[in-house]
């Protein structure tokens, strides 16, 4: 098993920046690919964006792309999302996963494990 905690997250100002954590423990040799989802109040989880633990090869969203980087610490265990440019409309409980296999997935299917969540609140 393999056990997700996300940090991070919180209010801040449209146009403002977040750097989201989550953190891996127990079998994580297993994950081949971590990626981050957000649900916002009323709506169905979306994929945002994933990487490849080995690699680091990338994939996002295109609401989000040119404005949040997702990057891992494989010593740590760790992926991390950064938010610049944050906008009303990406207000959502953001949800890290993760998956055992490597090739890209965006449905909440194909994710293996889950994290609690992390509330962000952008303002306007």
């Known amino acids: 098993q393999v056990q997700l905690l996300e940090s991070g997250g919180g209010l801040v100002q449209a146009g403002g920046s977040l750097r989201l954590a989550c953190a891996a423990s127990?079998?994580?040799?297993?994950?081949?690919?971590m990626g981050w989802f957000r649900q916002a109040p009323g709506k169905e989880r979306e994929f945002v964006a994933a990487i490849r633990i080995s690699g680091g090869s990338t994939y996002y969203a295109d609401s989000v792309k040119g404005r949040f980087t997702i990057d891992r610490d494989n010593a740590k265990n760790m992926v991390l999302l950064q938010m610049n440019s944050l906008k009303p409309e990406d207000t959502a409980v953001y949800y890290c996963a993760a998956r055992r296999y490597s090739n890209f997935a965006m449905r909440i299917s194909d994710y293996d494990y889950w994290g609690q969540g992390t509330q962000v609140t952008v303002s306007s």
């Open positions: 127990g079998r994580t040799s297993s994950i081949f690919t």
